[in-house]
């Protein structure tokens, strides 16, 4: 069964050429997607999530607001009890001089993986193939019984 990633536009945010250009690196990738488009909130995110049990959750966001459309998010992420990772890109801050900076301050947010606006969906795909093969090699730990006890 192919992965489910919820991808979409946040906040006010009205640039879709990126996602679209994204959605099909996915889908060619094998992986289901499910694309809100632009100007999605935070619950449309969890809501679509939840409602096609979706394995991540890829934010994307070009006009430097990110910061403040994301405040919040992994809270409601959690409130709905939601086991995704989750993905941030694009030009998330206004006057981004130092990238390392915004990406601390989204991993701080609680975001897996953070990228720039000049990362190629290749790059993406690769980082969501890793995580699901560390996530699946975690799920076989906890499913397999211990030898030591």
Same mark, same amino acid.
């Given at each position: 069964?192919?992965?489910?990633?919820?991808?979409?536009?946040?906040?006010?945010?009205?640039?879709?050429?990126?996602?679209?250009?994204? *959605?099909?690196?996915?889908?060619?990738?094998?992986?289901?997607?499910?694309?809100?488009?632009?100007?999605?909130?935070?619950? *449309?995110?969890?809501?679509?999530?939840?409602? $096609?049990?979706?394995?991540?959750? &890829?934010?994307?966001?070009? =006009?430097? $607001?990110?910061?403040?459309?994301? *405040?919040?998010? $992994?809270?409601?992420? *959690?409130?709905?009890?939601?086991?995704?990772?989750? =993905?941030?890109?694009?030009?998330?801050?206004?006057?981004?001089?130092?990238?390392?900076?915004?990406?601390?301050?989204?991993?701080?947010?609680?975001?897996?993986?953070?990228?720039?606006?000049?990362?190629?969906?290749?790059?993406?795909? /690769?980082? &969501?193939? /890793?995580?699901?093969?560390? $996530?699946?090699?975690?799920?076989?730990?906890?499913?397999?019984?211990?030898?030591?006890?």
């Amino acid at each position: 069964m192919a992965t489910k990633v919820i991808l979409g536009v946040i906040g006010s945010d009205a640039h879709v050429v990126g996602i679209t250009i994204l *959605e099909q690196a996915l889908s060619a990738s094998g992986f289901d997607v499910v694309n809100l488009g632009m100007q999605t909130s935070q619950e *449309e995110f969890v809501e679509a999530a939840a409602a $096609h049990d979706a394995e991540a959750i &890829l934010v994307s966001s070009l =006009y430097g $607001h990110a910061k403040q459309d994301c *405040e919040g998010f $992994h809270e409601r992420i *959690e409130e709905a009890d939601l086991d995704v990772v989750t =993905y941030i890109g694009g030009n998330l801050a206004v006057g981004q001089d130092d990238f390392a900076e915004t990406r601390a301050f989204f991993r701080e947010l609680g975001f897996d993986r953070v990228f720039d606006s000049k990362t190629d969906p290749e790059e993406a795909i /690769a980082a &969501l193939r /890793a995580d699901f093969d560390l $996530h699946s090699s975690e799920d076989e730990r906890e499913r397999t019984p211990s030898l030591s006890a």
